[in-house]
């Protein structure tokens, strides 16, 4: 209540009125709100696509879309996922989160900030009107690779230039983490009491730095390649196809960790709070992170085991992509210890947090049967593989993005969230992602190769449960959307603190906390 | 309340077990990786099958810890809070015992990863090559190479027939081989990515446009064995499935022998130096059309708008300039971006050499002289085309 007043009364500390509050903001909580609810759009502007995906594949046969446009949704729909949701959502909850977690009032570098968010919704607008190019929007997969990319008609240029441009946001975000996290902690908070959090965010924006240019040069070289008559990719010109799938992948695996580490943040802050009980092995959790954050530089390759490496680089890509799971075990391994003689309650976010470690688990099996080349040879390439990444990225990433929603909800909008309508929400999710995703393991091993249409039979019925649970998964999203904006517009008021288990700075600010988070710094003992 | 966490949970592990039963009952529902019918593929279904469970043992053990956790230390059983919050000893425990696990993973696929490594001494070597959409098999020891095409028919696609029983697994000829020899199957591509995969084989290899990849298999049991391309290669990736026949060697001898001498009937038949009627061609235009065009330009040569031009005078093809341009110095093109029927001579290098930077490949290899002067025939002849051009295969080939 003080706050409120406060605001009235120093007009200058308060948010500006009307859209140039949103569009000349540099605060980190508005920047914050509109990444997360752009990503949140654009979760279902690729869920949508998602949907024709699975409707043209719930029977054998072409019903609904013709094959070239098929092709162009599985595209589209992994690069607005992947750039459009997954990855904003998490630039958003660091925009929120990790100035009050260091006890800092804003971000380090809030111009920027401002203009890495405004960059995107011109970033996703290239990529989704290049649907409407000339020949088609680009259909030869995310991962892009020539030379089939460069048969894309007039949508080509508007591909790349998108990808440019969402680079260009994600550095820039990337640079404001570490410039925050590295200058702005509260006196007392060396880097070995930080959230873990902050932490894993701290190693996600390196990963940023370092991979992302390596991919806006891969694709600068496609574009060469197209318009300027280079070579790159081209044998007959003395270049090698191949040499793009080995940028994309070193560019490819970190990302895919960029999509991950983040979400063990979440919930080595959530699992503690509802296990009443500090996190278990902190600092091996720090060194655990940081080794994930190594290896992923050094076993890209598994990507590409059928491409014809030699022998010896075989072995190193399945030794290395082996090793990882030893860190992510220990991770596996703390978050279970941490709740082992707990006293825990089971609200929504915790709810979304142990489906985390379970279904993250599960995909870590299939991940470590993937890493076994012989037997990739297999799994490259079919259903078996999608339903691994979708594991990494919906049970994992978004599942664990929801349990960060309504985890820090009543923290940000000041009310909590309605608890009955959430758990609902969590059990439609959970139900229809296994069922949506679990049947793809069985098809994928039977032979169903990835990125087709159409199918053989004996693949029918697998299927078809598969877009049934994409259904129920879809929509079930709507009530998520629900939830937020009854709890935006009000709800029970929630205290400071929110959970009883909660510990850290940002719960020790009132909810919603003061729209410069820290004015003065706290001491952190 | 967590009671009836469990509850529920039981209720979908119940429904779940269900499914899964009623799953394995169905001979129609497959669940597993192929066995296969080499020992590549078997040791590859027990490396398979090893991990599996290995994961399986890990999982119970873990998750088990997870949920006993989860039912007795709970806030509402009136559970306590420890505060215990780090142990080096199990830290050094739950790092070591995962290594030594992933060690006993390791060695024996290291051993079957050398294994298929090793292409020496091979008995027959076969090239594979990877077209959009179609691949062409030559085999590099016998004079013998052809091309081998989806052959379900598009109504069964368009669903206006029922599906066949190997609805999108079957081919027009297939790769025929020989049991028991070491066949070296060398991979590449003409124009994008591809990969060539049967699941009873073990293995899948990328076919790569100027690269050539090698492998080498032992089928053990005589049989028809099915696959499809594993690498997105464009619209049709999904119609372009791999079909092995392999036969006992006796068999495969009398293949090598027919295959010869159907060739030289083929030859005899395709007599470049015949004149052919205007019916003849017409016919066998018609059927290279549909077999090998319609994918892009459509079977009644509509095309698609901005991607594949249509082959019927007066029809309109916008589309981004690069691809306009050859179009219009051959002669195809009329002004508001009209189609006309530009000169045969054209046509027929259009046919022979393609549009380099585009989707339309070159067909000098693919075709005969006969099948391209009837393809043209029938193009510059069909949908309202009324060229009145009749093509000879002569033509074609002092065309070459």
């Known amino acids: 209540m003080s706050t409120a007043t406060h605001v009235h009364e120093e007009h200058h500390h308060g948010p500006a009125p009307g859209l140039s509050r949103w569009l000349f903001t540099t605060n980190h909580k508005d920047i914050g709100t509109m990444y997360l609810l752009f990503s949140l759009l654009m979760f279902f502007v690729g869920g949508a696509m998602a949907l024709i995906i699975r409707a043209e594949l719930f029977q054998p046969g072409l019903q609904i879309v013709d094959p070239h446009f098929f092709n162009q949704m599985t595209t589209v729909h992994a690069l607005v996922m992947v750039f459009g949701a997954v990855m904003p959502a998490f630039v958003g909850l660091a925009n929120w989160q990790i100035p009050m977690m260091v006890g800092a009032p804003d971000m380090a570098l809030p111009r920027m900030n401002n203009w890495s968010f405004w960059i995107l919704p011109f970033a996703a607008s290239l990529l989704i009107i290049s649907l409407f190019a000339e020949g088609g929007g680009p259909a030869a997969g995310w991962t892009m690779y020539p030379p089939l990319v460069l048969q894309t008609g007039a949508a080509f240029p508007y591909l790349i230039f998108s990808v440019h441009l969402l680079g260009m946001s994600s550095i820039m975000g990337a640079i404001n983490v570490i410039a925050t996290i590295l200058n702005m902690r509260a006196p007392g908070m060396n880097l070995m009491k930080m959230p873990l959090f902050v932490w894993t965010w701290l190693i996600t924006a390196y990963l940023l730095i370092a991979v992302m240019p390596v991919l806006a040069g891969g694709v600068t070289m496609l574009l060469t390649d197209k318009y300027f008559g280079t070579s790159f990719f081209n044998a007959a010109g003395g270049g090698d196809p191949v040499m793009f799938q080995h940028i994309f992948w070193f560019f490819g695996h970190p990302e895919v960790y960029i999509m991950i580490l983040p979400a063990f943040g979440v919930i080595s802050q959530i699992i503690p709070t509802f296990s009443r009980k500090p996190l278990f092995g902190y600092s091996s959790m720090v060194y655990a992170t940081g080794s994930i954050a190594f290896l992923s530089f050094i076993v890209w390759a598994h990507h590409m085991f059928t491409v014809g490496m030699p022998l010896a680089g075989e ?7 082996m090793l990882i799971a030893v860190p992510t075990g220990v991770k596996v391994f703390n978050w279970i210890s941490t709740m082992w003689k707990g006293s825990m309650t089971f609200e929504t976010p915790m709810l979304f947090a142990i489906a985390f470690v379970i279904l993250f688990t599960i995909c870590g099996f299939s991940g470590l049967m993937l890493a076994i080349a012989p037997a990739d040879f297999q799994y490259h390439d079919t259903y078996f593989v999608v339903a691994h990444f979708h594991y990494v990225l919906v049970p994992g990433a978004v599942f664990s993005l929801m349990a960060a929603a309504y985890y820090w909800l009543p923290k940000w909008t ?10 609902i929400h969590f059990w439609l999710s959970v139900i229809g992602v296994n069922v949506l995703f679990f049947p793809q393991h069985f098809v994928g091993l039977a032979g169903m190769p990835r990125r087709i249409p159409d199918y053989a039979l004996q693949f029918a019925e697998f299927n078809m449960i598969s877009s049934l649970g994409a259904f129920l998964f879809g929509f079930s999203q709507l009530l998520f959307v629900y939830i937020i904006f009854k709890a935006i517009r009000g709800g029970q008021q929630a205290t400071d603190q929110v959970w009883e288990g909660a510990e850290g700075l940002e719960w020790t600010l009132s909810s919603p906390p003061p729209y410069h988070s820290f004015e003065t710094a706290p001491e952190v003992k | 309340m967590l009671v009836n966490f469990f509850v529920r949970l039981r209720s979908v592990i119940t429904i779940s077990a269900l499914l899964l039963w009623s799953a394995c009952a169905s001979a129609a529902y497959e669940l597993n990786m192929p066995v296969g019918v080499t020992d590549t593929s078997r040791s590859v279904y027990d490396l398979h099958m090893l991990i599996f469970w290995i994961c399986v043992l890990i ?17 509402s059983k009136g559970a306590v809070a420890a505060q215990f919050h780090e142990s080096t000893t199990v830290e050094i425990i739950w790092t070591v015992v995962p290594m030594l696990i992933l060690i006993g993973m390791a060695i024996p696929a290291t051993q079957v990863l050398i294994a298929m490594e090793d292409t020496s001494e091979p008995d027959i070597t076969v090239k594979v090559t990877g077209y959009q959409w179609k691949w062409g098999y030559e085999y590099l020891d016998e004079d013998i190479q052809f091309f081998s095409s989806l052959s379900t028919p598009r109504e069964q696609i368009a669903n206006a027939e029922t599906k066949g029983e190997h609805y999108l697994l079957e081919v027009d000829n297939p790769l025929v081989l020989p049991v028991g020899k070491k066949i070296r199957i060398l991979t590449t591509a003409a124009d994008v990515l591809h990969a060539w995969w049967v699941p009873a084989l073990g293995w899948k290899r990328d076919a790569i446009p100027g690269f050539i990849n090698d492998s080498w298999t032992v089928i053990k049991e005589p049989g028809t064995y099915r696959g499809q391309c594993a690498e997105l290669c464009g619209k049709d990736h999904g119609f372009m499935p791999v079909v092995i026949e392999a036969k006992s060697e006796e068999d495969y001898q009398q293949w090598l022998a027919d295959m010869k001498g159907e060739a030289a009937q ?26 090998v065009c319609a994918s892009c330009h459509q079977a009644g040569g509509t095309g698609v708008p901005g991607a594949f031009p249509p082959l019927v005078a007066g029809q309109v093809f916008n589309a981004p300039e690069p691809m306009l341009q050859p179009l219009r110095e051959m002669g195809f093109l009329g002004p508001d971006n009209t189609i006309v029927m530009g000169p045969v001579e054209q046509h027929t290098q259009i046919v022979l050499k393609g549009i380099p930077g585009s989707a339309m490949q070159a067909y000098a290899e693919q075709l005969s002289d006969a099948e391209i002067a009837a393809v043209i025939t029938y193009q510059r002849n069909s949908w309202g085309n009324d060229t009145g051009d009749v093509v000879q295969p002569s033509t074609i080939k002092s065309a070459r």
């Open chain 1, 315 to 321: 072995l190193f890509f399945m030794y290395s992509t």
């Open chain 1, 414 to 423: 000041g009310h909590m969230y309605d608890e009955k309508l959430g758990k």
């Open chain 2, 59 to 75: 999982g119970l053990v873990v998750f088990g810890v997870m949920f006993y956790s989860m039912y007795h230390h709970r806030k």
């Open chain 2, 266 to 291: 083929v030859a005899a038949a395709e007599a470049v130096d015949r004149e052919w009627t205007q019916e003849e061609l017409m016919s066998k235009g018609q059927e290279v059309h549909d077999g």
